[in-house]
Protein backbone atom coordinates (compact mmCIF):
# COMPACT_ATOMS: atom_id res chain seq x y z
CA UNK A 1 0.00 0.00 0.00
CA UNK A 2 0.95 3.67 0.77
CA UNK A 3 4.37 2.08 2.88
CA UNK A 4 6.07 2.83 -0.28
CA UNK A 5 6.38 6.23 1.45
CA UNK A 6 9.37 5.89 3.91
CA UNK A 7 8.77 9.71 5.68
CA UNK A 8 5.68 11.80 5.60
CA UNK A 9 5.64 15.37 7.20
CA UNK A 10 2.28 16.79 8.78
CA UNK A 11 1.11 20.74 8.96
CA UNK A 12 -1.24 20.49 11.62
CA UNK A 13 -3.57 23.57 10.85
CA UNK A 14 -6.66 24.87 11.44
CA UNK A 15 -7.22 23.96 15.26
CA UNK A 16 -7.92 27.23 16.18
CA UNK A 17 -10.57 28.26 13.30
CA UNK A 18 -12.36 25.26 13.53
CA UNK A 19 -12.72 25.63 17.01
CA UNK A 20 -14.11 29.06 16.50
CA UNK A 21 -16.40 27.66 13.78
CA UNK A 22 -18.35 25.70 16.73
CA UNK A 23 -18.08 28.77 18.84
CA UNK A 24 -15.29 27.04 20.98
CA UNK A 25 -12.12 28.47 22.65
CA UNK A 26 -9.09 28.25 20.38
CA UNK A 27 -7.67 26.18 23.38
CA UNK A 28 -10.54 23.29 22.39
CA UNK A 29 -8.83 23.20 18.86
CA UNK A 30 -5.90 22.65 20.17
CA UNK A 31 -7.05 19.56 22.04
CA UNK A 32 -8.94 17.82 19.61
CA UNK A 33 -6.10 18.34 17.49
CA UNK A 34 -4.00 16.39 20.03
CA UNK A 35 -6.41 13.46 20.37
CA UNK A 36 -5.82 13.33 16.41
CA UNK A 37 -2.54 13.23 16.29
CA UNK A 38 -2.71 9.99 18.49
CA UNK A 39 -5.14 8.64 15.79
CA UNK A 40 -2.56 9.89 12.73
CA UNK A 41 0.16 8.46 14.46
CA UNK A 42 -1.22 4.73 14.64
CA UNK A 43 -2.70 4.71 11.00
CA UNK A 44 1.22 5.56 10.34
CA UNK A 45 2.44 3.14 11.98
CA UNK A 46 0.11 0.84 10.23
CA UNK A 47 0.59 1.76 7.24
CA UNK A 48 4.60 0.82 7.76
CA UNK A 49 5.42 4.60 7.25
CA UNK A 50 8.89 4.89 8.65
CA UNK A 51 9.25 8.40 10.03
CA UNK A 52 6.01 10.50 11.08
CA UNK A 53 7.33 14.30 11.46
CA UNK A 54 4.49 16.48 12.73
CA UNK A 55 4.60 20.39 13.26
CA UNK A 56 3.45 20.84 16.36
CA UNK A 57 5.32 24.25 17.72
CA UNK A 58 6.73 26.90 15.18
CA UNK A 59 9.52 29.62 16.41
CA UNK A 60 6.70 32.31 15.40
CA UNK A 61 4.10 29.88 17.72
CA UNK A 62 5.74 32.38 20.78
CA UNK A 63 3.85 35.63 19.34
CA UNK A 64 0.70 34.26 20.18
CA UNK A 65 -1.14 34.77 23.14
CA UNK A 66 0.54 34.24 26.58
CA UNK A 67 -2.61 32.29 27.70
CA UNK A 68 -2.47 29.96 24.89
CA UNK A 69 1.12 29.77 24.69
CA UNK A 70 0.84 28.12 28.22
CA UNK A 71 -2.39 26.22 27.23
CA UNK A 72 0.10 24.68 24.56
CA UNK A 73 3.13 23.99 26.98
CA UNK A 74 0.56 21.45 28.59
CA UNK A 75 0.07 19.22 25.84
CA UNK A 76 2.83 16.73 25.64
CA UNK A 77 2.29 15.85 29.48
CA UNK A 78 -1.44 15.29 28.84
CA UNK A 79 -1.07 13.32 25.22
CA UNK A 80 1.71 11.07 27.35
CA UNK A 81 -0.67 10.55 29.98
CA UNK A 82 -2.96 9.21 27.80
CA UNK A 83 -0.99 7.83 24.85
CA UNK A 84 2.58 6.71 26.52
CA UNK A 85 1.30 3.00 27.24
CA UNK A 86 0.06 2.52 23.62
CA UNK A 87 2.74 3.49 22.21
CA UNK A 88 5.21 1.33 23.40
CA UNK A 89 2.58 -1.42 22.86
CA UNK A 90 3.08 0.07 19.34
CA UNK A 91 6.65 -0.42 19.57
CA UNK A 92 6.51 3.96 17.79
CA UNK A 93 9.55 5.64 19.18
CA UNK A 94 9.30 9.50 20.14
CA UNK A 95 11.87 11.76 19.07
CA UNK A 96 11.70 15.69 18.38
CA UNK A 97 13.80 18.54 16.29
CA UNK A 98 13.82 21.76 17.18
CA UNK A 99 15.85 23.68 20.42
CA UNK A 100 13.81 22.11 23.22
CA UNK A 101 16.13 24.45 25.48
CA UNK A 102 13.79 27.52 25.20
CA UNK A 103 10.76 25.24 26.82
CA UNK A 104 9.69 25.38 30.48
CA UNK A 105 11.68 23.07 32.08
CA UNK A 106 8.27 20.47 33.37
CA UNK A 107 7.64 20.66 29.54
CA UNK A 108 11.26 19.45 28.77
CA UNK A 109 11.18 17.22 31.12
CA UNK A 110 8.08 15.79 30.21
CA UNK A 111 9.73 15.38 26.46
CA UNK A 112 12.80 14.04 27.42
CA UNK A 113 11.10 11.58 29.56
CA UNK A 114 8.82 10.40 26.88
CA UNK A 115 12.03 9.97 24.17
CA UNK A 116 13.68 7.87 27.06
CA UNK A 117 11.00 5.35 27.61
CA UNK A 118 10.73 5.08 23.80
CA UNK A 119 14.21 5.02 22.60
CA UNK A 120 14.09 1.30 22.09
CA UNK A 121 11.02 0.72 20.14
CA UNK A 122 11.95 -0.18 16.86
CA UNK A 123 8.93 0.71 15.16
CA UNK A 124 7.44 3.99 13.36
CA UNK A 125 9.20 7.42 14.99
CA UNK A 126 6.84 9.96 15.56
CA UNK A 127 8.73 13.41 15.31
CA UNK A 128 7.86 16.24 16.98
CA UNK A 129 8.67 19.33 15.04
CA UNK A 130 8.91 21.99 18.42
CA UNK A 131 10.17 25.33 18.65
CA UNK A 132 11.72 24.63 15.17
CA UNK A 133 11.96 26.97 12.11
CA UNK A 134 13.34 25.82 8.68
CA UNK A 135 15.00 29.00 8.07
CA UNK A 136 17.01 28.79 12.14
CA UNK A 137 18.01 25.13 11.01
CA UNK A 138 19.91 25.70 8.07
CA UNK A 139 21.64 28.68 10.06
CA UNK A 140 22.64 26.31 12.62
CA UNK A 141 23.59 23.60 10.19
CA UNK A 142 26.01 26.35 8.29
CA UNK A 143 27.41 27.64 11.10
CA UNK A 144 28.88 24.02 12.38
CA UNK A 145 29.64 23.12 8.85
CA UNK A 146 31.86 26.56 8.89
CA UNK A 147 33.66 25.76 12.11
CA UNK A 148 34.36 22.03 11.24
CA UNK A 149 35.28 23.40 7.86
CA UNK A 150 38.07 26.01 9.57
CA UNK A 151 39.28 23.12 12.01
CA UNK A 152 39.70 20.86 8.73
CA UNK A 153 36.98 18.15 9.82
CA UNK A 154 35.13 18.72 6.43
CA UNK A 155 36.40 19.82 2.74
CA UNK A 156 35.74 22.90 0.83
CA UNK A 157 34.71 19.86 -1.65
CA UNK A 158 31.94 18.94 0.74
CA UNK A 159 28.65 18.60 -1.21
CA UNK A 160 25.16 18.43 -0.22
CA UNK A 161 24.54 15.25 1.67
CA UNK A 162 27.43 16.04 4.00
CA UNK A 163 25.51 19.43 4.48
CA UNK A 164 22.23 17.10 5.42
CA UNK A 165 24.58 15.67 8.05
CA UNK A 166 24.55 18.50 9.96
CA UNK A 167 20.42 19.15 9.62
CA UNK A 168 18.19 17.74 12.63
CA UNK A 169 16.50 15.02 10.31
CA UNK A 170 19.96 13.45 9.52
CA UNK A 171 19.12 10.18 10.71
CA UNK A 172 15.66 10.03 9.06
CA UNK A 173 15.38 9.16 4.93
CA UNK A 174 14.22 12.18 3.05
CA UNK A 175 10.83 13.43 3.11
CA UNK A 176 8.31 11.67 0.46
CA UNK A 177 5.60 14.06 1.62
CA UNK A 178 4.19 16.97 3.31
CA UNK A 179 0.65 17.36 4.26
CA UNK A 180 -1.19 20.82 5.11
CA UNK A 181 -4.19 20.98 6.69
CA UNK A 182 -6.57 23.65 6.78
CA UNK A 183 -5.82 25.15 3.33
CA UNK A 184 -3.22 27.27 3.22
CA UNK A 185 -0.64 26.67 0.37
CA UNK A 186 2.80 27.79 2.06
CA UNK A 187 5.49 25.90 3.66
CA UNK A 188 5.38 28.39 7.01
CA UNK A 189 9.25 27.70 7.73
CA UNK A 190 8.87 23.95 8.03
CA UNK A 191 11.37 21.69 6.75
CA UNK A 192 12.76 24.08 3.84
CA UNK A 193 15.91 21.83 3.03
CA UNK A 194 13.89 18.60 2.86
CA UNK A 195 11.30 19.26 1.10
CA UNK A 196 13.00 20.23 -1.82
CA UNK A 197 11.92 17.54 -3.97
CA UNK A 198 8.70 16.18 -1.70
CA UNK A 199 4.96 15.82 -2.83
CA UNK A 200 3.15 18.94 -1.46
CA UNK A 201 -0.06 18.34 -0.41
CA UNK A 202 -2.76 20.94 0.43
CA UNK A 203 -6.04 19.87 2.04
CA UNK A 204 -8.90 21.88 3.16
CA UNK A 205 -9.98 20.11 6.47
CA UNK A 206 -8.70 21.58 9.51
CA UNK A 207 -6.83 18.86 11.50
CA UNK A 208 -9.09 18.15 13.73
CA UNK A 209 -11.02 16.58 11.13
CA UNK A 210 -8.46 15.25 9.07
CA UNK A 211 -9.27 11.36 9.60
CA UNK A 212 -6.70 8.42 9.45
CA UNK A 213 -9.31 7.30 6.23
CA UNK A 214 -8.70 10.68 4.46
CA UNK A 215 -4.83 10.46 5.64
CA UNK A 216 -5.00 7.16 3.58
CA UNK A 217 -6.72 8.41 0.56
CA UNK A 218 -4.49 11.61 0.28
CA UNK A 219 -1.28 9.14 0.58
CA UNK A 220 -2.70 6.54 -2.05
CA UNK A 221 -3.73 9.62 -4.42
CA UNK A 222 0.01 11.16 -3.90
CA UNK A 223 1.29 7.38 -4.61
CA UNK A 224 -1.09 7.26 -8.06
CA UNK A 225 0.00 10.81 -8.90
CA UNK A 226 4.09 10.08 -8.46
CA UNK A 227 3.57 7.00 -10.55
CA UNK A 228 1.95 8.98 -13.67
CA UNK A 229 4.61 11.78 -13.53
CA UNK A 230 7.34 10.06 -12.19
CA UNK A 231 9.51 10.31 -15.47
CA UNK A 232 9.99 6.77 -15.83
C1 LIG B 1 -1.39 22.07 19.02
C2 LIG B 1 -2.15 20.34 16.60
C3 LIG B 1 0.65 16.99 20.64
C4 LIG B 1 -1.07 21.39 16.57
C5 LIG B 1 -1.87 19.25 17.59
C6 LIG B 1 3.68 22.29 22.51
C7 LIG B 1 -1.06 22.48 17.63
C8 LIG B 1 -2.05 19.72 19.02
C9 LIG B 1 1.84 17.52 21.08
C10 LIG B 1 3.00 16.80 21.55
C11 LIG B 1 0.15 20.39 20.02
C12 LIG B 1 4.25 17.33 21.38
C13 LIG B 1 5.38 16.65 21.76
C14 LIG B 1 5.24 15.41 22.29
C15 LIG B 1 4.00 14.84 22.47
C16 LIG B 1 2.87 15.53 22.10
C17 LIG B 1 1.73 18.89 20.90
C18 LIG B 1 2.26 21.12 20.88
C19 LIG B 1 1.06 21.41 20.30
C20 LIG B 1 3.21 22.22 21.15
F1 LIG B 1 6.34 14.72 22.61
N1 LIG B 1 -0.14 17.96 20.21
N2 LIG B 1 0.51 19.13 20.35
N3 LIG B 1 2.61 19.86 21.18
N4 LIG B 1 -1.05 20.71 19.40
Redesign the pocket.
Known amino acids: MSAQFKHVALI??G?GRWAKKQNQERTFG??S??E??REIAIAANELGIEVLT????STE?WKRPMDEVKF??K??EI??AKFLQELMEKNIR?Q?IGELDA?PND?QK??LR??EATKHNTGMI?C?A?NYGGKREILLAAKQFAEDLNHGKISMLADEEIFESYLMTKDYPPVDVCIRTSGEQRLSNFLLWQLAYAELVFVPEA??EFTPERFKEVLTQTADRERRFGGI
Do not use: E, K, Q, R
Not at 54 to 57: C, E, I, N, R, T
Open positions: MDNHSGSNVLYAFNLMLPFFITFTVLAILFMWP
